[in-house]
């Protein structure tokens, strides 16, 4: 499963007037299947406009589809009235709030579980073999 990454992008702001895009780039791999990175990016590239990485847990936004989570940068819900998923995402004293479609996310998530399913994601033996580098080192 090593090396099988999954990939999205979602146009969060079209920049009609300004000629520039925002997109959210969300990135998954399979040899850390916990975690979903999620990238806001202009193009062309501007520093005036939103930007910054963040992490989310996959759990988290597969239970953001339904219901509202998360207390830290990351916080994520449903939007019914744009059928979207909203993502309130921190970056020191800055926040971003993101709307990306439900069956989007949905589909990005459900790629995820054909290669990782939900509750697989490491055995035993890879977590005693994590923990005994981290103790080594």
């Known amino acids: 499963m090593l090396g099988k990454d999954v990939t999205a992008e979602f146009v969060v702001d079209d920049g009609a007037s300004r000629g520039r895009v925002t997109v959210l780039q969300f990135g998954w791999r399979a040899c850390d299947p916990l975690a979903v990175s999620l990238s806001l990016v202009s193009r062309p590239e501007h520093p005036a406009l939103p930007q910054g990485t963040w992490v989310a847990p996959r759990d988290a936004l597969r239970t953001g589809l339904e219901t509202a989570v998360g207390d830290g940068d ?19 004293g800055q926040r971003r709030v993101v709307v990306v479609a439900t069956s989007s996310l949905r589909r990005f998530l459900d790629r ?17 073999t994590v923990l005994a580098d981290l103790l080594e080192n």
């Not at 990351?74 to 020191?92: E, K, Y």
């Not at 995820?112 to 005693?128: I, K, N, S, Y």
């Open 112 to 128: 995820t579980e054909r290669l990782v399913p939900t509750g697989q994601e490491h055995t035993e033996a890879e977590l005693d």
């Open 74 to 92: 990351v916080r994520i819900g449903p939007d019914p009235a744009r059928r979207g998923v909203r993502l309130d995402l921190l970056d020191g």
